[in-house]
Nanobody, 122 residues
Framework: QVQLIESGGGLVQTGGSLRLSCAAS????????MGWFRQPPGKEREFVAR????????YISDSVKARFTISSDYAKNTVYLQMNSLLPEDTAVYYC???????????????WGQGTQVTVSS
């Protein structure tokens, strides 16, 4: 049984930083595409970043690429999202997802975590 458990969310002021973690069990990170998505209040879920085991290739949405980085620790079976210079518009529930296809589309991911709330105050 696959489980993805996110942590690290919280309340932060504008300009602050947070690091989200996604601990995976029941799957091997090296065999998966791991993605981060977010869902702002009243909006649809949107792609943030993904990483694959193939050379640790990472792809980050243009809207956040200057401020966010994605990384993985295969020994810990954990994926991270480092978020710097946070803005109020980054406020959202952040979700970790696992899939088999390189995609920015939520529907193409097979497994999802429960989400972690990130709130950025102005």
């Amino acid at each position: 049984q696959v489980q993805l458990i996110e942590s690290g969310g919280g309340l932060v002021q504008t300009g602050g930083s947070l690091r989200l973690s996604c601990a995976a069990s029941g799957l091997i990170l090296r065999s998966s595409v791991m993605g981060w998505f977010r869902q702002p209040p009243g909006k649809e879920r949107e792609f943030v970043a993904r990483i694959t085991a193939s050379g640790g290739r990472a792809y980050i949405s243009d809207s956040v690429k200057a401020r966010f980085t994605i990384s993985s620790d295969y020994a810990k079976n954990t994926v991270y999202l480092q978020m710097n210079s946070l803005l109020p518009e980054d406020t959202a529930v952040y979700y970790c997802a696992a899939g088999r296809l390189l995609s920015n589309t939520p529907n193409l991911y097979d497994y999802w975590g429960q989400g972690t709330q990130v709130t950025v105050s102005s």
